[in-house]
């Protein structure tokens, strides 16, 4: 990593391009999308509200479930606030 880098990297959720893919499927609800991933619902609301950042299984569950959807759609890498 480089000296000068203000924050660690993290993964975060694209919520926009999630709430219109999850949308466009009818599954509205952290229930309903909970059950398409196979985690739990209150996983997928942390997540979607930035309390947690996605761990390697949620986003491997999010990617095996939506096969359409490319990784860089639903995640960004970007740095953790210092």
């Known amino acids: 990593m480089h000296a000068t880098c203000d924050g660690r990297p993290v993964i975060r959720l694209r919520l926009r391009e999630w709430e219109r893919h999850m949308t466009s499927k009818k599954l509205t609800t952290s ?4 059950a398409l991933i196979g985690v739990s619902p209150t996983t997928v609301l942390r997540v979607q509200h930035g309390s947690i950042q996605p761990g390697e299984e949620f986003i491997a569950r999010v990617l095996y479930a939506c096969p359409d959807v490319k990784f860089e759609v639903f995640f960004e890498v970007t740095r953790a606030a210092a």
């Open 31 to 34: 229930r309903a999308r909970a």
